[in-house]
């Protein structure tokens, strides 16, 4: 199974060293949606401006934005 890092970037990068193996880029998808869910749950953090960039490698896969209602 493909090895997904999942970071998370405002101002500064917070990278996932470990990584993540997921069977494909729809569910690393999902995954980086359940990561903003848990941190914007767990989180009192103004999360406007915040993103998650997953990676497959050197292939950047999704750049999905913490939206409100996510």
Do not use: C
Not at 31 to 49: E, F, P, S
């Amino acid at each position: 199974m493909p090895l997904y890092r999942f970071a998370v970037h405002n101002s500064h990068w917070h990278d996932d060293s470990e990584g993540t193996e997921l069977p494909d880029d729809g569910a690393a998808r999902e995954a980086a949606l359940q990561v903003i869910r848990d941190l914007k749950k767990n989180d009192q953090t103004r999360w406007n401006g915040w993103t998650i960039k997953v990676t497959q490698g050197d292939r950047q896969v999704w750049q999905i934005p913490f939206i409100e209602g996510q």
